[in-house]
């Protein structure tokens, strides 16, 4: 019993132009299935075989569980909240939890954004939840907020703001990527995992 690289429900070109064919591909075949493949290896052997990818990275970490843990979990959740039919803004719900807790759906995207452009290095920046309650983290590497250096809620929104995920396209310019990003935001997927948190 093993982990498995998810299969895309889009094309590698699906999100162009906001994210390039040539990144998704080597983002997803090689950076995403190398993360599989160790954290497969890490856990081989171990009590940790059967448990579920948030249970083993709720626990104490080494680091080679820590990145490749992290690193299979976070795209996971990263294909899974953009979609070529994205963009837009949520409704419902969320929608309110955002008003009320940012102001507006404006503010929360300056805010998620400022969070993403400023985390130094390599890392994610997330929106969280927790009973209904949402926030907004950063972690550095392949982190994430499920983790004991984390916030302790859980992630429902994630931007990867590894250089490997939008330099190609755009180099140094990560705010420019960021905005791109929300254009291929799936809402739906964003307030299914609201609704569960
Ligand atoms: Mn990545």
């Known amino acids: 019993m093993s982990f498995e690289l998810p299969k895309l429900s889009y094309s590698y070109d699906a999100l162009e132009p906001h994210i390039d064919a040539r990144t998704m591909e080597i983002h997803h075949s090689k950076h995403h299935a190398g993360y599989t493949t160790k954290l497969n290896v ?32 976070n ?31 404006e503010e929360f995207k300056s805010v998620f954004s400022s969070a993403a452009a400023t985390q130094f290095g390599s890392g994610w920046a997330w929106l ?3 009973n209904g309650k949402l926030s907004v ?10 983790m004991k250096s984390g916030c302790g809620n859980i992630p429902i929104l994630g931007i990867d703001v590894w250089e490997h995920a939008y330099y190609l396209k755009y180099q140094n310019r990560r705010p420019d ?9 799936d809402w739906n997927e964003v307030s299914r995992r609201y609704s569960e948190a």
């Open 75 to 105: 795209h996971c959740l990263f294909w899974s909240i953009i979609s070529p039919n994205g963009g837009g803004r949520p409704s419902g719900k969320l929608a309110d939890a955002i008003n009320s807790t940012f102001g507006s759906f």
């Open 137 to 146: 983290c950063s972690t550095p590497n392949q982190d994430n907020p499920l």
């Open 42 to 73: 890490a856990i081989e052997g171990t009590s940790y075989v059967g448990q579920s990818i948030e249970t083993i990275l709720a626990s104490e970490l080494s680091p080679g569980l820590r990145n490749n843990g992290g690193g299979y979990y």
């Open 128 to 130: 969280c939840a927790k």
């Open 177 to 185: 990527y960021i905005e791109a990003f929300f254009n291929i935001v």
